[in-house]
């Protein structure tokens, strides 16, 4: 028996040790992650400088807590915001928690504005965490069942519609928009080209604040620093995590423009957030995260697509650089993929949404690891929708 609270329906095998674009399980048998810990390991497992600076980190200094200065959280903070195109940043520990800063800065905005019953606007399909706060703001029904979430602060419309939220702006308790780029979890949706831009000139003309949710999409993830970098955008917030401790659990929300001088002292804290350890990953982290980085994944992004176009031309092929996802027909049975794709290819992917297969493999996998990993997705879609001849060509 497990002391281990079931909130997790967990595969049949765990593995000891990872290297590059490689888990190995105890026999030493090596399977192929594609999914690098849900879009973490963006540079792969246990990269070698990585790991050095946080072994000398480790025999260092690991913590001393946010009430004296930290040189580490003082340089990860200058590295990120200027990549991010930012002007301040807070650290936390992981994506709920800076998206719990950003919707706590979103209230203490509306505050400020003099109103009581701030709303934000969420989108359908959207996922922001765990904490009773970033939960409300999620979609997934199955995530907010029984905790009374806070439905009454936040107004949820249609992902991609820019006229659900133009339908709103006579509704003056609205603070801001919280938006992921490209949405990844309950499938994979990227909205139109000018969605960001329509939906921060709205922000604009109404005073709310324009939040971008880039826990998934930063870092790298889609061929740029961030997503919103790709439009003619600029977030009053914007928050990440997942790959920018390449495993170690650290989250961040930045500001800029309207949300710049929001907190001060005493406003928001974390006993754990910005550790020396921490910030030293996250220098290390964009140490490694060069343009050559985000060009290879760009480039082995598109040969996964476009192998994938020429085998399934029916298959809906999804999201941005590293970000991948092949959307299958309604009736192709997805139940068993991922087991197949872990026990017969030694491939490790995952199914979201109920039918789009995603892929988040490391940005700076090798092109000859590329090539295993599309002959094995080719094979593993071949022996899933072969039955229905013209799903494939041969
Ligand atoms: C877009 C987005 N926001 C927030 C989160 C929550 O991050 P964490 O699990 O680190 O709390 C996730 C996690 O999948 C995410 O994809």
Not at 123 to 149: D, I
Request: hydrophobic share 40%; charged share 20%.
């Amino acid at each position: 028996m497990s002391y281990l609270m079931p909130t997790y329906v967990r595969q049949p095998i765990s593995f000891v040790r990872g290297q590059g674009s490689y888990l190995y399980t105890a026999d030493g048998t090596a399977y192929l992650d594609a999914l690098t810990g849900i879009a973490v390991c963006g540079l792969g497992h246990c990269h070698p400088t990585i790991s050095r600076a946080m072994k000398e980190q480790t025999d260092t200094l690991i913590h001393t807590s946010n009430l004296y200065g930290i040189d580490w959280q003082e340089k990860a903070g200058e590295i990120l915001c200027q990549k991010a195109g930012m002007d301040k940043v807070f650290f936390a520990n992981s994506g709920a928690e800076a998206n719990e800063c950003a919707l706590k800065l979103a209230r203490l905005y509306a505050h400020n504005q003099g109103k009581s019953r701030p709303k934000v606007i969420v989108m359908e399909h959207a996922f922001h965490g765990r904490t009773l706060l970033t939960v409300t703001a999620t979609a997934n029904p199955k995530a907010r069942s029984g905790f009374f979430t806070l439905d009454d602060d936040f107004i949820r419309v249609p992902f991609n519609d820019i006229s659900a939220v133009e339908a709103l702006t006579d509704d003056k308790d609205i603070c801001a928009v919280f938006v992921e780029p490209i949405q990844g979890e309950g499938g994979l949706h990227t909205p139109s080209d000018d969605y960001l831009e329509k939906l921060q000139n709205i922000c604009h003309d109404n005073d709310w604040l324009f939040m971008l949710d880039e826990v998934q999409t930063g870092n790298g993830r889609t061929g740029k620093y961030f997503a919103y970098q790709y439009s003619n955008v600029k977030p009053d917030v914007l928050t990440t995590a997942k790959g920018l401790g390449n495993g170690f659990p650290v989250g961040a929300c930045m500001v800029s423009g309207k949300a710049k001088d929001l907190f001060g002292a005493g406003s928001h804290g974390s006993t754990f957030g910005g550790t020396p350890f921490g910030c030293r990953a996250v220098c290390a982290v964009y140490d490694e995260l060069t343009d050559e980085v985000m060009t290879n994944a760009v480039r082995e992004s598109d040969f996964i697509r476009q192998s994938m176009r020429e085998h399934f031309p029916q298959i809906d092929v999804l999201g941005r650089g590293m970000m991948i996802g092949f959307g299958l027909p309604d009736d192709v049975d997805c139940t068993h993929i991922v087991d197949m794709a872990r026990d017969e290819f030694h491939l490790i992917l995952n199914v979201t949404g109920g039918n789009v297969i995603r892929l988040l493999p490391a940005l700076n996998i090798s092109h000859d690891d590329t090539v295993i990993l599309t002959d094995r997705l080719i094979g593993l879609l071949k022996k899933t929708l072969g039955r229905v001849e013209y799903w494939y060509l041969p």
